[in-house]
């Protein structure tokens, strides 16, 4: 971290450079750390509450597993914050910008909890006299937070039940004039929560970003998962269909795929799409089709191709609703079986 | 993404034991529906155990594959009957009292078109039926993974085979 002087200009300066990297991603995460400083510095010691603050509770990261890019975005803000944790708060206490107010924002006790992950400042305990030390259970500010609050208090909650389902408080700020009673808080938490993962639901979805308002974005979600439930009927179908007996395809499948596969795999990377219809409407009398592929399949066994044009039909059904490197990646994955 | 590709090995792996115990068992030759829905059910419940019951969609597909009497699962039922005693404990939460009356405020008509929206959904998704709405939308997410991802693998399948009987037409 660099020392700069204490001026409150440069002291924002830093605050924005620090943050500026974060929101990278469309993530509602890491787009609301894009605040001003002074709520930069409030919400970034909720993620610190956690006792386990280090590490992400079982339960998220299994279910997150298979999103590599939302783990990734996570660890990315939890990083961030950490290590300017100390050095902020630390100016923060200089700067008495935060002494006007009687309840004082940065926890210090929690950041002595937490030596690991920061790089450790020797100045933070001169923090504490400055900064008073709050109970551990936080759950109101006052009205004086009222504009600053409006942000801080989403991040809070999105980050404080983002990471611990197994956190023993919520720490929610409250907007001016709203009540401040447990169950309102808690409830709003929990909406707070649903609607960050209805985020990450309206990404995966394609088509569902320009939506607005919940019952919309609920039918095209629904509308995705039974043409993708329909897909697979069709898909077992065809293979019912393509094969007279079960193990048929086992034995014969297995030498040859890489082999085959593996020459596609190059020109699909340019093919356009020529079937967008059979996935999505999965219908029955379309499995007729696929035996006019047979007769584009001469290029697939390492010839030359005279025409690329007779690829894209096999192309596309194996491009489609993917992107081309799933190809290679299966036959990979097929190869690595042998 | 790598995790995206293990997570289709796994399940390519899953399903063709599973379909390898159909042939090995069953001599006799199956209509194409009996292979259809073989097919379907050993996909779905591969696509299932990569989950690893991590989810309650995967034990709520796996459960009532085996209540059904499939001897693919035979391994699994165990398991599975005590899973589903689990679930069934577990889902005293939160009975919502619908009102009668007819309430004309924008929210209320909004809320309720979302209600629908959200029994659809929880229909649709296998074991969704009694499911809090906060993990509704987390289920919601990983089925759709996984179904895409076995998608992938299937139509890869189809592909495959079409070539092998087909090499030079």
């Keep these: ?338 | 993404m790598r995790n995206q590709r293990s997570v289709k090995q796994e399940f390519l792996r899953k399903w063709i034991t599973g379909l390898r115990r159909y042939s090995c068992d069953e001599k006799k030759n199956m209509s194409f529906l009996e292979r259809k829905k073989a097919i379907k059910l050993s996909a779905d419940i591969a696509m299932a155990s990569t989950r690893d019951k991590t989810t309650r969609w995967s034990q709520a597909l796996i459960a009532n594959a085996s209540s059904s009497g499939d001897t693919l699962t035979g391994s699994s039922k165990n398991n599975s009957s005590r899973s589903r005693k689990k679930m069934l404990m577990m889902r005293r939460r939160r009975p919502k009292v619908k009102s009668a009356k007819k309430e004309m405020s924008a929210s209320c008509i909004a809320k309720r078109l979302a209600e629908k929206r959200t029994r659809k959904l929880k229909n649709l998704l296998p074991g969704g039926e009694s499911i809090d709405e906060g993990c509704l939308v987390e289920e919601t997410l990983d089925y759709i993974e996984s179904l895409r991802a076995q998608i992938e693998v299937m139509r890869y399948l189809v592909t495959a085979s079409q070539l092998i009987i087909n090499p030079y037409p």
């Design chain 1, 1 to 338: 971290m660099e020392h700069a002087a204490l001026d409150s200009i440069q002291f924002n300066e830093q605050i924005q450079g620090l943050m500026a990297p974060a929101p990278e991603s469309t993530n509602s995460f890491t787009a609301l750390l894009e605040l001003p400083p002074p709520q930069a510095v409030k919400l970034l010691h909720s993620p610190d509450k956690a006792p386990t603050g280090s590490e992400k509770p079982p339960c998220h990261a299994s279910i997150l597993k298979p999103y590599p890019s939302i783990m990734s975005i996570i660890d990315g803000t939890r990083k961030l914050t950490f290590p300017s944790n100390t050095a902020l708060i630390e100016r923060a206490a200089k700067f008495s910008v935060f002494a006007e107010e009687g309840p004082p924002a940065p926890p210090v006790a929690e950041v002595k909890n937490e030596p690991p992950e920061t790089d450790s400042n020797p100045s933070s305990t001169q923090c504490d006299p400055a900064v008073e030390n709050k109970g551990a259970k936080r759950k109101e500010r006052e009205k004086k937070v009222k504009a600053r609050s409006k942000k801080s208090k989403s991040v809070a909650a999105a980050e404080s039940s983002g990471d611990g389902e197994k956190l023993p408080y919520v720490h929610v700020r409250v907007r001016r004039g709203q009540a401040t009673d447990s169950h309102s808080l808690a409830e709003r938490a929990r909406r707070e929560k649903i609607n960050a993962r209805m985020k990450l639901l309206q990404e995966l979805v394609p088509g569902c970003n320009k939506i607005s308002g919940t019952a919309l974005v609920l039918d095209e979600i629904i509308n995705h998962v039974q043409s993708l439930q329909r897909q697979v009927e069709f898909l077992s179908m065809k293979l019912a269909a393509v094969n007279p007996r079960i193990h048929f395809n086992l034995d014969s499948i297995m030498p040859n795929e890489g082999a085959s596969l593996m020459d596609s795999s190059i020109p699909n990377m340019a093919s356009p799409l020529m079937w967008p219809e059979i996935p999505n409407n999965g219908n029955r009398e379309q499995y007729q089709q696929p035996w006019q592929f047979d007769a584009f399949q001469q290029p697939v066994w390492g010839r030359e191709e005279e025409n690329p044009n007779f690829m894209t039909p096999e192309n596309s059904m194996l491009s489609y609703d993917s992107s081309a490197n799933s190809v290679p990646l299966q036959s990979n994955q097929l190869k690595m079986e042998l």
